[in-house]
């Protein structure tokens, strides 16, 4: 067992409405899929949200396209309009949730890269 | 009405995008000799709410800035080739947009039909009364101020009405943002607005045309990842409908850019929150089963979105006066760089103390980290940096006016009185406009569409 950058498994985008941040997760490879739904947990994003205020996640998941959808209550910060950080729309953080750590077992899929 | 395949095109994705970028979208649906449309999205939350501002300081103002830029390289192309204008570059002022699209007309001796899509308006409306918070605001205080705007998002009836009306160019304010292609496509199809899964196809179709080159090949490299082709000139996408809603997305002939399941997957997904229940308000938009099917390179079509009927009450933009924002940055380079940083940093707040300014603040020191982190720098205290390099302290403020200027002189101030070799001091204030989301029962709201003439004459 050893750990990868999520950037080495799957593509991300972000997008807001209000405070709302929405955050895809698509897998370069289906042969990852099940990693991905077992090691990105709501659990985990809200974990990696948690210090900018979020509240609450929702996973969406969509197995036949290979992606995820996170919905993350309150980590805007009060959203564009309100928040003083220098990215408010929350653009970057979709490379934020892609250097989350995850656990990957021997597949050479998922350390190919 | 037709049953023939009908091609739509994206021109901008956002207020801001690229203004030469529907020149080849247009060129490659004109060659086609069906006619068609072209979408123009440049209406966000903020660019909306920026655009009340706009309208404020002068009536004839507040459409989007770039317009003319957008139009003036198509517009008699496009109304040569058939091609019917959509764009919601109306934003705060849809009257005055619709009158600027007809003055650039005369100036190349054309009068197309202008059709103005209006309703979305609703500041002083009883209906605001009895709306509510979206669920999404719901951890966010209400301002206390009198709103300055109320925009509902409007559906794509009266877009597809005004084409019907014989529109060349349609302006509209505030619509759901997929209604801009659902409207032509409901024109030129005829379907009924009750044959929810076709609804829905044409609202996907709009969703993934809305944001532009985000589905061919923008805002999606990552180099050495997903690498993009001649970034510099991306292909807008166009899609060919089928009179089923089954699409082909593909982008014109020698452009950059690329469009495959992986650009289209990403801008599938975006900002759609519930991939099962998109609510916008034509229809519910499921795009659980959508099939993805690369059929040649830069061609994929697109099946398998399924409709409910659209939510009873509609989301409206309410626009609040904000507070003022002051930004002002330093560098510091060399060694011990990131503690004259900090440095800084500490003495501007002990600054802001001794002179009894009280702003929001929120202070970060690019090169270490920042857009990750949160106001009270927790990832950055947690020793997220090294301790040489060039880095910039970053400092936003917001209150009222005098209080935000005050702190951001302050900043200016560190060039003499702060840590050693300081430099590059940038200051900016700005006003800003706070918005939330609102839902207004639908049958509150009333759309309709009128044709500019009088203005011609």
């Known amino acids: 067992m050893t750990t990868v ?35 990105v947990t709501e659990a985990r994003v809200l974990a990696l949200f948690a210090h900018r205020g979020a509240s609450a996640v929702r996973r969406y998941l969509m197995p036949s396209l290979g992606a995820m959808n996170f919905v993350v209550e309150d980590a805007l910060e009060g959203g564009v309009n309100t928040a003083l950080c220098l990215d408010a729309h929350g653009k970057t953080l979709s490379f934020l949730l892609l250097s989350m750590d995850v656990a990957v077992d021997s597949n050479p899929l998922a350390t190919a890269l | 009405m037709s049953g023939q395949p009908f091609l739509i095109g994206s021109g901008a994705g956002f207020s801001g995008d690229r203004v030469d970028a529907a020149i080849p979208v247009i060129a490659a649906i004109a060659a086609e000799g069906r006619g068609g449309a072209i979408i123009f999205e440049t209406l966000g939350e903020r660019t909306l709410a920026l655009g009340q501002v706009a309208r404020q300081a002068d009536p004839s103002k507040g459409y989007e800035p770039l317009l003319e830029q957008f139009l003036a390289p198509i517009l008699a192309p496009a109304l040569k080739a058939g091609i019917t204008i959509v764009g919601n570059f109306g934003a705060a002022n849809p009257q005055a947009a619709a009158k600027a699209v007809a003055k650039l007309a005369q100036a190349h001796g054309l009068a197309p039909r202008i059709a103005v899509v209006t309703g979305d308006d609703m500041l002083g409306d009883p209906a605001f009364e009895e709306s509510e918070l979206w669920e999404g605001d719901a951890g966010l205080p209400t301002p206390v101020a009198a709103p300055l705007a109320v925009n509902v998002y409007l559906g794509a009836r009266s877009i597809a009405e005004a084409i019907h009306a014989g529109a060349q160019v ?115 938009l499921d795009v659980t089963g959508v099939r993805l099917e690369q059929l040649a390179p830069n061609r994929v079509r697109v099946t398998g979105a399924r409709g409910r009927p659209a939510p009873p009450r509609l989301k409206a933009t309410v626009s609040y006066p904000g507070e003022w924002l002051g930004e002002a940055g330093i560098s510091y380079a060399g060694p011990n760089a990131l503690a004259r940083a900090e440095l800084a940093v500490c003495t501007i707040r002990e600054r802001l103390a001794i002179r009894g300014l009280k702003p929001r603040l929120r202070a970060d020191i690019l090169g270490a980290v920042s857009v990750f982190d949160d106001d009270s720098a927790s990832l950055r205290q947690g020793g997220a940096a090294s301790g040489s390099g060039d880095y910039r302290a970053h400092f936003a403020f917001g209150g009222d006016e005098a209080t935000v200027r005050a702190a951001c002189q302050e900043v200016g101030a560190l060039y ?14 700005t006003p800003r406009i706070v918005t939330r989301s609102r839902m207004i029962a639908r049958e509150k709201v009333h759309a309709h569409f009128a044709i500019l003439e009088e203005a011609l004459a």
């Not at chain 2, 943002?177 to 009924?192: C, E, K, M």
């Not at chain 2, 609804?199 to 690498?227: N, W």
């Open chain 2, 416 to 429: 003499c009185c702060g840590p050693a070799g300081g430099g590059g001091v940038r200051i900016q204030v």
């Open chain 1, 5 to 39: 950058p999520l950037h080495r498994l799957a593509h991300a985008r972000t997008g807001d409405k209000g405070n709302r941040l929405n955050v895809s997760l698509i897998a370069h490879d289906r042969e990852n899929w099940d990693l991905l739904v077992r090691e």
């Open chain 2, 170 to 284: 349609v302006v509209t304010g505030r619509v759901a943002d997929p209604a801009l292609a659902l409207g032509p496509l409901v024109a030129h199809f005829g379907w009924d607005w009750d044959d929810l899964d076709r609804i829905a196809a044409g609202t996907l179709i709009g969703h993934l045309l809305e944001c532009g080159s985000q589905v061919s090949g923008g805002y999606f490299a990552d180099p050495g990842v997903k690498d993009v082709p001649d970034m510099a000139r991306i292909g807008f996408p166009i899609a060919e409908v089928m009179a089923d809603g089954a699409a082909v997305l593909m982008k014109p002939p020698a452009t950059g850019g690329r469009i495959d399941i992986a650009t289209v997957t990403e801008q599938l997904l975006y900002e759609i929150h519930d991939p099962a229940a998109y609510l916008t308000p034509d229809v519910t």
